[in-house]
């Protein structure tokens, strides 16, 4: 996690955190609407600084407002695993929340005190990752849990093999490389073990390296440079986000290789779909982080009204009805319409 922490340094400026989801991103800031008995949902944010998560923090206050008597607390644990339990102890012990939503850093250790705030009467909600050890199911992982919204990390691992398989569709020789945010974190782990076993099936298809991006441009231009001396035949580079990928351009042009190595993004953010659309890039994977915002927020107001959920498992972008989990040119048709939930 100490590679997934430096992130908090150099992801986008608070200014545009607040432009998205107009928020704070202090620890305990709060919004409220409306009026009736208020329901109080704590959110424990894995990062504040950070576009992507302020976009699931627009959705949330969307639906905050929407239902008119919430009043949401912000929990800032920049990326710190102990700071964020730490947050999320001290908020049961105070009584004063009769929700929780958590981005846990560490999904095994984020089991006891959700267990401790369901006995509480806290009703809990996991969202963007799992709390607990499965990395391949999308339904709560501890009873009593009110849901869980994320896609699963074998899932977005299957959506980067098919777009690597596609773009190396009758290519006689294609050499694939990988970018991860942290080569040793769960989610990359469960994504590159899925490329390497389904790449040899495919005879053509060799992977040659995975290069640590950690989340954003800069490293991961760096990175991709010195993949590239090493490995000039590249065919795809591969980025498991659209921050990485951008970095990756960087390099290919700086390498002058613009046209022979295909680039591969995650998230379908802002610049990635623009990328795609432009043809610099061959695809990017559908994150739909505005939504999740809005299920995340749903799931915790019923489960502290007392609702019954039918659904508890969440996954907004693999289970979209109106685009497709996969951009690229080829199926540009299917997702003409489309508007970026985050900037990237």
Excluded at 274 to 303: C, E, H, Y
Aim: hydrophobic share 45%; proline share 3%.
């Amino acid at each position: 996690m100490n590679s997934i922490r430096r992130l908090c340094a150099i992801v986008s400026a608070l200014a545009v955190l607040c432009l998205i989801a107009g928020c704070s991103s202090q620890a305990g800031s709060s919004a409220s609407g409306g009026s009736g008995k208020e329901i109080r949902v704590a959110f424990f944010s894995a990062v504040q600084a950070n576009t992507f998560i302020a976009a699931i923090y627009g959705g949330m206050q969307s639906e905050a407002k929407k239902q008119g008597n919430v009043k949401i607390t912000v929990f800032d644990a920049k990326f710190d695993a102990s700071t964020q339990l730490n947050q999320v102890e001290d908020a049961i012990t105070t009584n004063q929340f009769d929700a929780f939503i958590i981005q846990p850093i560490n999904y095994a250790s984020m089991v006891a005190p959700t267990k401790l705030a369901i006995k509480s009467g806290i009703k809990v909600v996991t969202e963007n990752w799992p709390i607990g050890n499965a990395l391949d199911t999308v339904e709560p992982q501890v009873a009593g849990m009110s849901g869980s919204v994320l896609t699963p990390a074998t899932v977005d691992g299957a959506h980067h093999v098919e777009m690597i398989n596609s773009a190396c569709a009758g290519v006689a020789t294609c050499n694939v490389a990988y970018v991860a945010g942290a080569i040793s974190g769960a989610f990359d782990v469960a994504t590159m073990a899925l490329i390497k076993a389904d790449l040899k099936t495919h005879p053509n298809i060799h992977f040659v390296q995975e290069v640590e991006g950690d989340f954003s441009r800069t490293p991961s231009l760096t990175a991709v440079q010195n993949l590239l001396e090493a490995h000039p035949d590249v065919t795809v580079i591969d980025a498991h986000g659209d921050q990485m990928a951008l970095g990756a351009e960087d390099a290919v042009k700086s390498a002058q290789l613009v046209g022979k190595v295909k680039i591969l993004g995650g998230g379908a953010s802002a610049i990635g779909v623009a990328a795609v659309r432009a043809g610099r890039w061959f695809g990017t994977t559908l994150t739909l982080p505005i939504d999740d915002g809005v299920s995340a927020m749903s799931l915790a107001i019923k489960g502290a009204q007392g609702q019954t959920v039918a659904e508890k498992g969440v996954d907004n972008a693999s289970n979209s009805k109106l685009y497709p989990a996969i951009l690229t040119a080829s199926n540009i048709d299917a997702w003409k319409n489309f508007t970026p939930q985050w900037s990237g």
